[in-house]
């Protein structure tokens, strides 16, 4: 069965600074999605990136960009340019040969001004 | 856009009451969901429909049942609610496309309390 580590339960990064969530996974799979899904205190849950994992380019968003390394089955989220906005649980999730995810237990991101 | 919601924000019910959270999708997706989340855990997939009456367990089915009647509506049913299953609940539905990803659109979630 996959699984999803957050290593981090809580992270912070002052306004305008970068920051960096780890995610790590572990899968015999060799074709599978990874995601990361933002959850700001309203709870509404949203997708801030994907990642196809034949893809060996990094995905980017705007400010969001990832680090995929297949080998070490590592990808971290890397947030450029912190705003207060960004300030949410960021959860880190794998899908595999199904239609379900499966999510890490996520990192409460705090910007401070 | 995808909208998912679900009946209610708040819940507050008694030990031994039969619960029903409802969750609603207007995109036409196959598959819907229902997870739990709780602090430190992260989600946990309770039950999961990829088609109308069409259902499979999840990794925490144990005391919830779930109902797909029409696509559109997926309900979770708690037969007898219990201290233990206070949590929020979180609904999302998607699409299914073999040859891509499934972006999981999430409802606002229900925090239930039960006494």
């Known amino acids: 069965a996959q699984t999803v580590t957050q290593s981090q339960p809580e992270m912070s990064v002052q306004e305008a600074e970068t920051v960096t969530l780890s995610c790590t996974y572990d899968?015999?799979?060799?074709?599978?999605?990874l995601f990361w899904y933002k959850q700001p205190p309203s709870r509404q849950m949203i997708l801030v990136i994907r990642?196809?994992?034949?893809?060996?380019q990094n995905a980017t968003e705007n400010r969001f960009s990832v680090n995929f390394q297949k080998a070490a089955k590592s990808f971290s989220l890397k947030i450029s340019d912190s705003q207060l906005g960004d300030a949410a649980m960021y959860f880190c999730?794998?899908?595999?040969?199904?239609?379900?995810?499966?999510f890490g237990k996520g990192t409460k991101l705090t910007v401070n001004p | 856009d995808v909208k998912v919601t679900q009946s209610s924000r708040y819940l507050v019910k008694r030990t031994g009451e039969k619960v029903f959270l409802e969750c609603v999708q207007d995109?036409?997706?196959?598959?819907m969901f229902w997870y739990r989340q709780d602090p430190g855990l992260g989600l946990r997939l309770i039950y999961f429909s990829y088609d109308v009456k069409m259902k499979e367990k999840g990794d925490i089915p144990e005391g919830y049942s779930v109902s797909r009647e029409k696509k559109e509506r997926f309900s979770l049913i708690l037969e007898s609610a219990s201290t233990n299953q206070t949590s929020m609940y979180l609904c999302a539905s998607s699409e299914i496309d073999s040859n891509s990803y499934n972006e999981q659109f999430f409802g606002p979630g229900t925090r239930l309390t039960v006494l």
């Open positions: 999730a794998f899908q595999g040969g199904s239609e379900k995810l499966v």
């Open positions: 990642q196809e994992a034949y893809k060996q």
């Open positions: 899968t015999s799979e060799s074709d599978y999605y």
């Open positions: 995109m036409d997706h196959e598959n």
